[in-house]
């Protein structure tokens, strides 16, 4: 074979060989966009909840379905406008959360507390000097628990810290006995049996909205 032949034998090869390459670069960047397109379908069916879920300014807002409950129903029955502010209720559900887990309590219960002490207004004060979600009586509670100034009780954290830790002291009083526990929280009068009653209703309530309709 003559060294010309040779010559453009070789540069065949070469070109061949840089196709392939070229080919095989392709197929690689097909299979990684292959990939991003199946994650990029996961995040969004990971953020398809249409009922319990909301974007407000990219933010995603995914509520309980009590605080569900709170948003689309109970709100339309009173003139509360907290419970139809998204981030208020997504704050709720965090500290319902975090002291339902801290003091071992069912969070369909605080709820309950909640909805019958104040109708979920935050800032209510009563005449008794009970303030707050779960209406901490300020005199009564100020020295054992140690509150500075009773205008914390009007904070969600620190109403909710206090509130769940009385009642989870009284729950305990009474060796785990719900219905004593929550008589006391109330205090002990001739309405307490009623207060229980209505209280524990509540709590079925809530925890049916959860699929759950065991006592």
């Given at each position: 074979?003559?060294?010309?032949?040779?010559?453009?034998?070789?540069?065949?090869?070469?070109?061949?060989?840089?196709?392939?390459?070229?080919?095989?670069?392709?197929?690689?960047?097909?299979?990684?966009?292959?990939?991003?397109?199946?994650?990029?379908?996961?995040?969004?069916?990971?953020?398809?909840?249409?009922?319990n879920t909301f974007?407000?300014?990219?933010?995603?807002?995914?509520?309980?379905?009590?605080?569900?409950?709170?948003?689309?129903?109970?709100?339309?029955?009173?003139?509360?406008?907290?419970?139809?502010?998204?981030?208020?209720?997504?704050?709720?559900?965090?500290?319902?959360?975090?002291?339902?887990?801290?003091?071992?309590?069912?969070?369909?219960?605080?709820?309950?507390?909640?909805?019958?002490?104040?109708?979920?207004?935050?800032?209510?004060?009563?005449?008794k000097n009970c303030?707050?979600?779960?209406?901490?009586?300020?005199?009564?509670?100020?020295?054992?628990?140690?509150?500075?100034?009773?205008?914390?009780?009007?904070?969600?954290?620190?109403?909710l810290k206090y509130?769940?830790?009385?009642?989870?002291?009284?729950?305990?009083?009474?060796?785990?006995?719900?219905?004593?526990?929550?008589?006391?929280?109330?205090?002990?009068?001739?309405?307490?049996?009623?207060?229980?009653?209505?209280?524990?209703?509540?709590?079925?309530?809530?925890?049916?909205?959860?699929?759950?309709?065991?006592?």
């Amino acid at each position: 074979m003559s060294k010309i032949s040779l010559f453009f034998l070789f540069l065949l090869s070469i070109i061949v060989l840089h196709n392939s390459s070229r080919i095989s670069y392709n197929v690689s960047q097909l299979n990684l966009l292959s990939d991003d397109i199946h994650h990029l379908n996961n995040q969004i069916i990971k953020f398809k909840h249409p009922i319990n879920t909301f974007i407000i300014d990219n933010e995603y807002i995914e509520l309980s379905p009590q605080c569900m409950y709170l948003y689309n129903t109970y709100s339309k029955k009173v003139s509360n406008p907290l419970v139809k502010n998204l981030f208020w209720l997504k704050q709720l559900d965090f500290y319902v959360d975090k002291y339902a887990k801290k003091y071992n309590l069912p969070r369909e219960l605080i709820f309950a507390i909640i909805h019958i002490e104040s109708s979920f207004n935050q800032f209510l004060v009563s005449s008794k000097n009970c303030y707050g979600l779960m209406q901490v009586n300020y005199p009564v509670w100020k020295s054992a628990l140690k509150i500075n100034h009773v205008g914390e009780l009007l904070t969600m954290d620190t109403n909710l810290k206090y509130g769940v830790r009385i009642l989870k002291h009284y729950i305990e009083k009474y060796h785990n006995d719900y219905k004593e526990g929550i008589m006391s929280y109330f205090g002990r009068s001739s309405y307490a049996k009623k207060y229980y009653q209505k209280v524990w209703n509540k709590y079925l309530f809530y925890k049916a909205l959860s699929g759950n309709k065991n006592n």
